[in-house]
């Protein structure tokens, strides 16, 4: 059953930007004040922004590049994050090096960010392992793709930094959809009763798969948190700075002892939610088009080429970091090696069972069965 309610209410019952919005960079790259966020970019010089158009359009060159390998079968599936850059980029940099995150199956951005390595963020969509990276060589955990499972995971952590009195924050990303999981309000309980150091960062890229954001939240999702006694920011999510100011002040709220944060990022899922998903079906193709006029990559380069800062060759030089990047990320996926074939049933238990032991033997006779077992590489 639809919704009842159309989709275009919610926007209708918001009090008008800016004011509903953290904004620091409009659309067309304008920079706007805003005298409680403002002192938390401040430090930024030019360096940093370029650092930070870097990143994006690095985090967008490798989404479209992973994208390409799906395409070309290299991939089972891919969750791209085209549109996300600026609320995955600017959440990430604001993170110290021992902060931890957990994420779901999109934040490829801020594991990019985190510093894993170009091929580990493909390698479970390559089939050839079951985790791509150690969390703990980038205080990371690997994505979860049961939704909104990582929030009660990130809170646990949390809880346990205070218990052994590490000044650690704990960061988790998860979707609007995710937001209406039961996991993700019972973790709001439990971060709100313990004061756990945790930001919840919501991406609302309007989608979850194909239900529209206004199907499951009558009203803005930031304004559910306050009734779990969590504070909550609403910021534009394709605008890196509104995004890093936000997430520096739950962050500081954090480390300072005053418990958990809930930021809501304003985004749009521009493309589809995976690469099996046909969002032709299901999208306004107008909605869409609106949305890419507040690009998050374009505003940023607006708004540096305005303060001089971003020259021709500077972009030139960032474009082809980006493509040295790709290439690298492209190499290093195709030569991850195949796994032995009944690996797959290693470290799916602590110990073995009597039922893995039957379903590892099938499985044995089946490939050989079909020639497609090497004795060695069992
Ligand atoms: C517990 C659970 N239920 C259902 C699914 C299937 N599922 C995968 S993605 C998704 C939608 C998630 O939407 P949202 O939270 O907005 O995140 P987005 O994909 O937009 O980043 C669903 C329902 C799942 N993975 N886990
Ligand atoms: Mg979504």
Redesign the pocket.
């Known amino acids: 059953m639809r919704a009842t309610v159309p989709d275009d209410r919610l926007e209708a019952e918001l009090p008008a930007p800016p004011d509903a919005l953290v904004q620091l960079l409009d659309p067309e790259g304008r920079r706007r004040s805003d005298p409680l966020y403002d002192p938390y970019v401040a430090d930024l010089t030019g360096d940093d922004l370029l650092a930070l158009l870097d990143d994006l359009i690095v985090v967008r060159r490798i989404d479209v590049e992973a994208t390409a390998l799906q395409r070309q079968g290299q991939l089972g599936l891919w969750p791209p994050l085209l549109g996300q850059e600026a609320a995955q980029v600017g959440s990430a940099r604001a993170l110290r090096a021992d902060d931890f995150v957990f994420s ?1 199956y ?1 934040e490829n951005g801020v594991a990019y960010c985190r510093g894993v390595e170009l091929p580990a963020i493909v390698e479970v969509w390559r089939g050839t392992a079951q985790a791509g990276w150690n969390p703990y060589d980038v205080n990371m955990a690997t994505p979860q ?3 909104g499972a990582q929030t009660l995971h990130a809170v646990g952590y949390a809880v346990g930094c205070r218990h052994d009195g590490v000044d650690t924050a704990t960061i988790t990303y ?5 937001t209406t ?1 039961g996991d993700v309000n019972e973790a709001m309980v439990f971060a709100a009763s313990f004061g756990a150091p945790v930001v919840f960062f919501c ?1 609302n ?1 309007h ?3 194909s239900e529209p954001v206004g199907l499951q939240a009558q009203r803005p999702i930031a304004e559910r948190a306050p009734g779990f006694g969590i504070p909550s920011m609403r910021v534009d999510g394709n605008d890196v700075l509104a995004v890093l100011a936000a997430t520096r002040r739950a962050l500081e709220r954090a480390h300072r002892g005053d418990g958990p944060s809930f930021i809501e990022a304003v985004t749009y ?1 521009m493309g589809p ?1 995976t690469t099996s998903d046909d969002p032709t079906r299901y999208v306004d193709p107008l909605e869409r088009e609106a949305w890419s006029a507040k690009d998050p990559i374009q505003r940023l380069e607006a708004h540096l080429r305005e303060a001089g800062i971003l020259t021709d060759e500077t972009s030139a030089r960032i474009a082809a970091h980006a493509d040295a990047i790709a290439a690298e990320f492209r190499a290093g996926c195709l030569a991850l090696p195949n796994p032995a074939p009944l690996s797959v049933f290693d470290h799916v238990y602590a110990e073995p069972h009597r039922g893995l032991e039957r379903q590892r033997a099938e499985q044995q006779a089946y490939l050989r069965s079909i020639g497609e077992l090497e004795e060695a590489a069992e």
């Open positions: 779901s999109r793709i049961v939704i998860f979707g609007d959809g995710a999981q991406q890229n989608w979850a798969i899922r939610h």
